[in-house]
């Protein structure tokens, strides 16, 4: 009979390779669970910028509009206007002045681009909560124009954003407003159109703003277009008497 000998053995912690096996799921958890943080506020972020555009272009063309009533409400009635319920007749009252006054102080607007379509920036009179508040749109010029929002948040002005710089901290958007008139040469064979009821005014509000993935751009062409927004509207002289 052979004699034979029976070792157990007993093991126990973890070994190095079952710590570093460890240690890497633990990094690849934390990096993943980082990684994803950043990504919902990044996705965040950009969705309040694009909330915060869309509102500051609704802005641009409800100011136009705004400015269309005033001058309504302004101008003097003329007796010779298209007359719809007519059949055409020129014996309608209306504003035939709705797009061609001068600015003034509480006064009308000058909504009548000289030539083509012109370029303009929205503000509000820097008076605004001490005097008669009123929108101004300031054309800008071709070769160096300046679109830049700053944020006010000072109680006194009453604005969050406006293209004055005194007094307030550069913001992230821009707002650029075209307008530009149709006639019969520019849309042709269009009932409303002919020179007898006036021209159509094409409202462009422009927005955009900087983001991750969108460097800087002072213009809307040069930006990219996940960063901007437009509404279009149009203005006639609809308001016959």
Known sequence: MTAGFYYKTKITGQTLVETVVGVFVLTIGITTALGLSAAIFNASSSAVKQVIGAGLAREGVEAVFSMRGTNWLKGTLSTNCYNYANGGTLDAYCHKDWQKLSPVVGGSYDLD????????????????????SYWLLAQQPGGNPDFRLYYDATISSGLLYKTTSSGAVQSDYFREIMLTEETDSTVPAAPYYKASIGPRLRVNSRVWWNDRGCPGATTWAATVPKCRIELVSFLTNWRNY
């Open 113 to 132: 681009p000289p030539t083509g379509s012109k370029s303009y920036t929205l503000d509000i009179n820097p008076n605004a909560g001490t005097t008669e």
